[in-house]
């Protein structure tokens, strides 16, 4: 029988480029034709509910039934006038993902046939059936129910004969149970606490709004050759492989060309967003080959995650029309790098100003600086928690790895704001503050307004870089929801700055003139968060000591990273933003320690049967050909000769069975770790334990298997090497 990898070579090798049609199709022309837009509102939806609807969506107005019943009506015409037959909610559980539940929308008319409709309350509210989705054990305390209710923030949209629109879900007692009801609870927080911050600079700004514009890296697969890989098909990544002899050590695949059956996948994938919406810019090649990377322009925070989450599945089904499959785990090869989703945020005022932009004038410049430093300040103080936020156990193979950000969190801000910071440090009051007759000020740091930031002064190896206009937080994984990142982010920023006020408040009160108030906290906040900046090589060891002494969290055990939820300052700051209670951030905690078992759990199963069902068997094969050869060769030679002729065969002969024991004992004792981790009760501690035990085992299993791969005949090996999954053609 042919080796069956072979046979799924040839199947990979004989895939042509999916041809896509292009002609006639404009970006202009079909740039969000499938959403319930703005545009597309105003023509389906009466004038006096648009007004209201604005309301709601503009200026944060409490969004009433009669709204909904009204807008029902309007949306489902237009989305039955493009062919939709089915509505559904669409929301973002915390097992990841999105989930949706369909619905026709047929109703009994009564006269014996039916009618299409949406009402108001379907619009809505929803309670889908919800007990499969994790909650942390919330819903087990008070109520089984969770419901799903419309955030009207983000438009609907269609997916082939479905109207998708965008929820929150939440428990019976209004507790979040999903990743969007805590990001906008967030947003309005560091909306308001930062337009109160702007307000000692400019009385007209009314609104800030936060911005996030990520890059999504991910991997592609051959899919006949993903089809031959368990690990790949059940885990997202390979659980054993040896590196290629080439990878990505010429640099040659980094924006490199793009081989025709991606870009024809790219080209797609483009296609199908720009009619969600989604405003997709660039797409490049990553790092290691088949790795790539695909980003849209900015936008507000709550659509550009709806839209990253969209993507992902939108990602997913493409790539299958084009015989690939995607690979969003954050490490799905060893030896190469690994892909993150890197989310650069700013915050923006309704005035059109970005905060985070140096100014034209030292005035605007103080506004600049202050927003930067309760930046740092937030981060300084809780980069514990930041940190928890990006956790997970697909992420824990890049933090710490020497291609992605370390795991401990820290700022770049390059040798300009720093020069500007100093400065401001160690610049009196009395001597910076030169209030002119237009209240103009001078920070004695004039030269911030020529400061074109550099955008080449670049730090990769930083987690938390600023760039320019915004911070790019670079830790957050490819998998990953980017709420989960960035409603901490925001929740700190928005208590800092509240923080920040109070203090600035209380001076004012106290008579001290209000510029001279917001240089001296300034100042002495640049002097209290010293800790977090850090320009320097974040992979070298000495960092690692460094960054102990400063005080910075260098936890690297994922399930313990996770407790920095429920530290005292987390749960203080998450309470005063009322962004997540105690009891949703212990809930939180929960799912995370959970969905690391599980992960590892299941990693280490595919593991042991891909051991026990290919790679042995296909050991004891060569072996026993080896075996067979030294007999043969014994039985021709005379004693003496055949000695000396089969010592090399003999050491091989040993080396593979050295090999196969250690597997089968570790294989075994994985199981037996297993078992032991599968019996504790407490979450966490059953996180730490396949932490502590089970992981070091599968990295040692698969060191072993990774050596027999090398020796073993190539006829025989049944796996898709990584030269054969890496290198598309
Ligand atoms: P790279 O960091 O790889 O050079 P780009 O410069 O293309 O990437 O930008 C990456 C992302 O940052 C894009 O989504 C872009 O729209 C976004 N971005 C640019 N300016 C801002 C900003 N002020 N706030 C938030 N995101 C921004
Ligand atoms: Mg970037």
Known sequence: MANSRFQALDRAWEHRPVEVSTAGKSVQTIFAENVFSRQRMSEYIADATLVQLFDVIDNNKPLSRDIAGAVAIGMKKWATEHGATHYTHWF????????????????IDHKGGVIEQLSGNELYQQEPDASSFPSGGLRNTFEARGYSAWD????????????????????????????????????????????EV??????NVKRVHVNLGWEQEYFLVDESLWAMRPDLVMTGRTLLGHTSAKNQQLDDHYFGTIPARVLNFMTELEQEA??????????????????????PIYEEINLA?????????????IARKHHFRVLFHEKPFSGINGSGKHCNWSLQTNTGVNLLSPGKNPYANLQFVTFLVNILMAVNEHNGLLKASIASAGNAHRLGANEAPPSIISVFLGTQLTAALDEIEHATAEKAIVINAKKEMKLGVAHIPEILLDNTDRNRTSPFAFTGNRFEFRAVGSSANCAAAMLALNSAVANQLMNFKSEVDGMIADGIAKEKAL?????????????????????????????????????????????????????TMFAHTHVLTADELRSRCEVKWENYSIKLQIESRVLGDMVI???LPVAERYLSILLDNIIKTKSIFLAGEAESLTEEDRSLVRRIKEHISAIIREVDEMKQKRSEANHEQDMRQKAILYHDNIFPLMESIRHHVNALELVVDDELWTLPKYRELLFIR
């Open 92 to 107: 973002q559980p915390l097992n990841g993902g999105t989930a949706e539940k369909h619905e026709s929308f047929i109703e």
């Open 152 to 195: 009207p923030t983000s438009p609907a949209f269609i997916i082939g004969d479905t109207l998708c629109i965008p929820t929150i879900f939440v428990a019976y007692t209004g507790e979040a149970l999903d990743y969007k009801t805590p990001l906008i609870r967030s947003i309005e927080a560091i909306d308001k606490a930062a337009a």
């Open 198 to 203: 702007c307000n000692y600079f400019d009385k």
């Open 274 to 295: 720009h009619r969600l919406g989604i405003p997709v810019k660039t797409r490049h090649n990553e790092v290691a080959p088949n790795q790539f990377e695909l980003a």
């Open 305 to 317: 995650n709806d839209h990253n989450q969209l993507l992902m599945s939108l990602m997913e089904r």
């Open 519 to 571: 240089f001296i906290v300034i100042q002495r906040y640049i002097k209290q968060c010293k800790a977090i900046r850090f320009d320097g090589n974040g992979y070298s060891e000495e960092w690692i000591e460094q960054a102990r002494e400063r005080g910075l969290d260098t936890e690297v055990s994922v399930p313990k990273m996770i407790d920095c939820y429920l530290s005292e300052s987390s749960k």
């Open 613 to 615: 069902n290919h790679v």
